[in-house]
């Protein structure tokens, strides 16, 4: 079994990536939903959550206003710290049970999607780094168009995250998404048959 990790900065399309290797009969971890899951209510993260935040970070039905989370850790390199901190662990442990999970079942590839991997210390998790890289002005129109970000928000999440020369170094393969899907799709079909599993 193989373990790949697909990272990049909010934007580069590592879902797309992921979507055509789960379409190449690669299973998915989104490390993401994983993040999400321990933010539910009456949780001990959702209770550190609110006791490091505030209550108005919760929403009528007692979920976490993800939105206004978001506000407030990309405002402030030291709030974004702190919901790390309580974060990763957990999120973390989710997804090594996920991966035990899946190789019990007898999958013979996984990936790891997240935006943090290498930032989070994630990379002991996988046994490959596919680091998805895109022109930050392409970046900024498709996060506009696709979730109604304005450029201000856009570049101080971008400028949260370590700088794609710097990830580059933990990377063992890189995947250039400035292209067309279908260009996307024959670099990612590359690399996957370049592991020899197909």
């Given at each position: 079994?193989?373990?790949?990790?697909?990272?990049?900065?909010?934007?580069s399309g590592k879902s797309t990536v992921c979507r055509i290797l789960a379409k190449l009969g690669v299973t998915i971890i989104d490390a993401d939903e994983l993040a999400h899951e321990t933010y539910k209510p009456r949780s001990q993260t959702w209770q550190e959550l609110i006791n490091?935040?505030?209550?108005?970070?919760?929403?009528?039905?007692?979920?976490i206003d993800r939105q206004k989370l978001g506000q407030i850790a990309f405002a402030n390199p030291a709030a974004l710290a702190l919901l790390n901190q309580i974060v990763h662990p957990r999120a973390y442990r989710m997804a090594q049970e996920k991966i035990e999970d899946y190789h019990r079942q007898g999958a013979k590839a996984i990936?790891?999607?997240?935006?943090?991997?290498i930032e989070a210390g994630w990379?002991?998790?996988?046994?490959?780094?596919?680091?998805?890289?895109?022109?930050e002005a392409t970046?900024?129109?498709r996060l506009k168009e696709q979730q109604g970000m304005s450029e201000s928000?856009?570049?101080a999440r971008l400028k949260s995250q370590m700088p794609v020369e710097e990830k580059m170094k933990y990377a063992?393969?890189?995947?250039?998404?400035?292209?067309?899907?279908?260009q996307l799709e024959?670099?990612?079909?590359?690399?996957?048959?370049k592991l020899g599993l197909a």
């Open positions: 079994m193989i373990i790949i990790g697909v990272t990049g900065n909010i934007g490091t935040f505030g209550k108005n970070i919760v929403k009528a039905n007692e979920e990936v790891v999607e997240a935006t943090l991997l990379t002991d998790l996988v046994d490959k780094v596919w680091l998805v890289v895109t022109p970046i900024v129109q928000q856009i570049l063992d393969e890189v995947i250039y998404n400035a292209g067309s899907l279908g024959a670099k990612v079909t590359e690399f996957w048959h």
